[in-house]
């Protein structure tokens, strides 16, 4: 069937999103408790042993960026589970905000990377993950709009707002108000 091409595309890289997202959600609230704790012991802001001058901002972003895209995928769950231009709107646009989040993790891991200086071998971990993540990213997004680019095989045409079979879930039926070529 020529639908479900569209979310053949959708399925493998939102479970790969979804596991990227998750690991490095894990891996940094670890690097942020590891970086309070260093921190907190001897001189304010001191970060002796672990990370550089860039390591608070991109642990900010990066943990901002894991819970973001976790939440982006579960919209873009819905939206395979439905197929209608509605839930492709509600996807899209948390996936718009995962993948900026992403890229300013990204611009920070790319930072870090290139500061230097002494990492955990956790931390470098994150920094690959926030790249990955960044690709996938733009990859699930650029795939949400697959329908837009290769035609309406790939996603769900304009305007299709009728009940997917099975689940009970499309518009209202009935007349509710006038139409707005009889207030002509």
């Known amino acids: 069937m020529a639908i479900s091409e569209g979310r053949a595309l959708l399925r493998p890289l939102g479970l790969i999103n979804i596991i ?3 690991v490095s959600a894990i891996l940094a609230g670890w690097s942020v408790n590891k970086y ?3 921190s907190s012991s001897g001189a304010l802001g001191s970060t002796s042993g ?3 001058g860039a390591t608070g901002y991109f642990l900010v972003f990066a943990l901002s960026a894991s819970v973001v895209g976790v939440a982006s995928v579960v919209v873009g769950a819905y939206h395979l589970r439905v197929w209608r231009t509605d839930s492709l709107s509600a996807a899209n646009a948390a996936a718009v905000i995962a993948g900026h989040f992403s890229l300013l993790a990204f611009g ?3 930072k870090e990377i290139s500061i230097g200086g002494p990492r955990s071998k956790k931390l470098k971990a994150l920094e690959v993950l926030m790249i990955i993540l960044a690709l ?3 990859l699930y997004l650029l795939a ?3 329908g837009h680019f290769l035609g309406p095989n790939y996603g769900p045409s304009h305007g299709n707002t009728a009940a997917t079979p099975g689940t009970g879930i499309g518009p209202k039926t009935g007349n509710y108000g006038t139409s707005a070529a009889s207030d002509v």
């Open 20 to 22: 990227v997202s998750h």
């Open 136 to 138: 996938v990213q733009l």
């Open 144 to 146: 949400l709009h697959a």
């Open 36 to 38: 309070i704790d260093y």
């Open 108 to 110: 920070f891991a790319c």
């Open 50 to 52: 672990f990370g550089n």
